[in-house]
């Protein structure tokens, strides 16, 4: 007996199994299951768009490369990182001065004073140069 | 009274723990009840995997290090210091600045050290990637390799059922090192050779840790030219022949040695009495549900330093850490512990430059492998060069 498919010479047991993860009767029922599900989306052509979607995605994975990845990740990193550092600024500011006593104007000072304060400011107003710096418009038209 | 936790070590576990146990009391460290401190002996962070793209000049050194001071939350004492001695009965370390530090918590997570010299000749003409000068120095290597043997070796502790660092990455150092000389178009020249010995934690004459990524192992190899063996347990280096020997009497030739060595836990690990691990090797008695280190209920142990039979990586940590900020906040306030750790690891395998392969496994299920995929490999990428720093951080 010839075994042999007429359109893609491969053999009946070779065609079995391909298709035997089709074969398995667990298989068959989700795929039947999926299928009932997914009916009234094809039949409204809604599922169109979902398939549009999935093409879409698919060019995104396509066009992805190392250096796309790494210039992404280098901006989640630097945004995810700077509202990390200032939620926690502002968490542990609010609880010292919510527990500690209302400090008095010499008191202000003093603390002024501390370094790591001066560290702070000197960001502040170093942050402000630079956005000065950007909004400089002396520039002729 | 202020309870004080103290948390050793500054890589992964140890600053996402830290993190972690802040935001998890952060009600009573608010009021002044608890107070967390961390120690590390050095002021940066480094994302140790990173060493393995090292050594295929894959990335440099700003890239994978961070201040440690910017992953912990301010209100963490973090201080660098190294602890030279554990106290565990004593519930106090002492460290290298001569000061003594007392705690009522303490979370252990020093990591482990590569020990090559563990292994005649192996530290002289070995190479591995787990650690950042050693993984230049194979990058150098690599770089002027185009013909040759190279040879691949898998060395796993021997405290039975523990295994080698990060289980999966010799496996993905030898796709990555296939592909490098493809590109390189030196491919054709050089042999490659992986082995893996004969003990393999409860598995024999395997090659891999888990049955059923081993069974589909031969496959994967065959199809890129990369030859394989099973049970070359090394024993022994010859440097000047450029020859292995294992334990099982076999001599294999090579030109360069790849190794995946020896790993011992940190020193102060070593010398505290407490572990009973073969070899010295220092893996500390680990409750396998609690993570409490045996004996030493106010004492918890994670990640590398464990003597569980679960990965020795930073996807271990990810879920041991919950765990332990649950356990030390239950024990706080209920006074009894309140979670369970099931085994879980969770990973994105690097197989080959480009693709990857999401992986699982807890306690009572291996890894089920699936094809790795373009998609996997970006979100590899995508881990390495940012979702990291979020997940030190606790924030993931």
Known sequence: ?141 | MTKHILVVGGGIGGTMTANSIVAKLYPEVARGAVKVTLLSDSPWHYYKPAFMYVAFDMFFEGELRRKQQSLLRPEIDFRVDKVTSFDFAGSKVKTQSGKTIGYDYIVVSTGCLPAPERIPGLKEAGDYFYQQKPALQMAERLRKFEKGRIFITVNFPKTPNVPHQCGIAPVETTLMLDEYLRRKGVRDQVEIVYTYPTVSQLLRNCLFLQQEVCEVMPAIFESKGIKYQRGFTLASVDPERKVATSEEGKEEGFDLLMCTPPIRAVDAVLESGVSQAANNEGWLPTNRQTLQLEGFPNAYVMGDTVDLPISKAGGSCHNQCPIIANNIAGDLRLGRTVDVYDGKVQAVAQMGLEAGMPLWYDYDEDVHPTPPTKVGGLLRKAFNRGIYWSVARGII
């Open chain 1, 1 to 141: 007996m010839n075994t042999s498919s007429s359109d893609t010479g491969a053999t009946l047991t070779e065609t079995a199994a391909a298709l035997s993860p089709l074969l398995d009767e667990a298989t068959e029922r989700g795929l039947k299951e999926l299928l009932e599900k997914v009916a009234p989306l094809i039949q409204g052509r809604r599922f169109h768009n979902v398939v549009d979607l999935l093409s879409l995605a698919s060019d995104g994975v396509d066009m992805f490369d190392d250096a796309m990845v790494q210039k992404l990740m280098k901006a989640y990193e630097e945004s995810v990182g700077t509202a990390w550092a200032l939620g926690n600024a502002a968490r542990y500011a609010q609880n010292q001065a919510a527990t500690l006593p209302v400090p008095t104007l010499f008191g202000l000072l003093r603390t002024a004073g501390n370094e790591d304060v001066r560290r702070g400011l000197h960001f502040v107003l170093q942050f402000l140069a630079v956005l000065g710096r950007q909004m400089n418009n002396d520039v002729e038209e």
